[in-house]
């Protein structure tokens, strides 16, 4: 059973609207949680992370919220941008990133 | 130059052939990593290392064998290929102290015929 989860395998937006990915997760000694951007033919890149003390985190455009009663995070980038079209991966870690716990993916198209 | 870089990028072999996937970093990082990606199970992991004479067993170690010939290298070896390890396989790494963070390779393609 899978630990992470995406359960939208894709998503569209208009450029400049709101793009919201989400994730959840079952293990409750998860405790670090990150948000990775996938290009084709390239390896995922780090976006932005949280750990379990906050419940919201913010850089530029990006911004992670965490809801952990509820586990779930979800990825706000605002406004959405061309460029932003990829796949993005939540992953999830206990201990501070000692392993990592992937999810599916979802895969983002920002139309012009 | 990448900060982590894997070779091949590409490689198509047959069922039962010895293949290796090698990954060196230039980023001083302790930790390395082996990823495997399919469509839909996002990344999963085969083996890690956290230094040179630390080798653990990921999610999905079985018929995979690794090395971890220095801190910079970390290479990935299926003994006898099947089909079903058709793959793309990812080596990461991470500094292993605080919030940690991985870096990735671009990848691997493998494909088993």
């Known amino acids: 059973d899978q630990q992470v989860k995406q359960n939208s395998p894709s998503l569209s937006v208009q450029e400049g609207r709101i793009s919201i990915l989400n994730c959840d997760y079952t293990?409750?000694?998860?405790?670090?949680f990150l948000w990775y951007k996938k290009y084709p033919a390239e390896g995922p890149t780090f976006l932005i992370s949280?750990?379990?003390?906050?419940d919201k985190n913010e850089d530029g455009r990006f911004t992670v919220f965490l809801n952990k009663s509820a586990k779930h995070l979800s990825l706000h980038i605002v406004p959405s941008q061309p460029g932003d079209s990829a796949v993005y991966f939540c992953?999830?870690?206990?201990?501070?990133?000692?392993?990592?716990?992937f999810g599916p993916g979802t895969r983002l198209s920002v139309l012009p | 130059d990448a900060d982590v870089t894997q070779t091949p990028r590409n490689r198509i072999t047959k069922t039962g052939k010895r293949i290796m996937l090698e990954c060196s970093q230039t980023?001083?990082?302790?930790?390395m990593y082996w990823y495997r990606q399919d469509p839909g199970l996002g990344l999963r992991l085969i083996y890690y290392?956290?230094?040179?004479?630390?080798?653990n067993k990921g999610e999905i170690s079985d018929g995979y064998s690794v090395s971890r010939q220095a801190q910079a290298k970390f290479s990935l070896s299926l003994e006898s290929a099947i089909p079903n390890q058709t793959a793309l396989y990812f080596c990461?790494?991470?500094?292993?102290?605080?919030?940690?963070?991985?870096?990735f390779g671009a990848g691997s393609r493998l494909t088993v015929l």
């Open positions: 990461a790494t991470s500094v292993g102290i605080g919030a940690n963070v991985l870096t």
């Open positions: 293990n409750s000694m998860f405790d670090y």
């Open positions: 949280i750990s379990s003390i906050k």
């Open positions: 992953a999830a870690s206990d201990n501070y990133g000692q392993n990592f716990v």
């Open positions: 980023k001083g990082h302790d930790r």
């Open positions: 290392s956290f230094d040179v004479k630390d080798i």
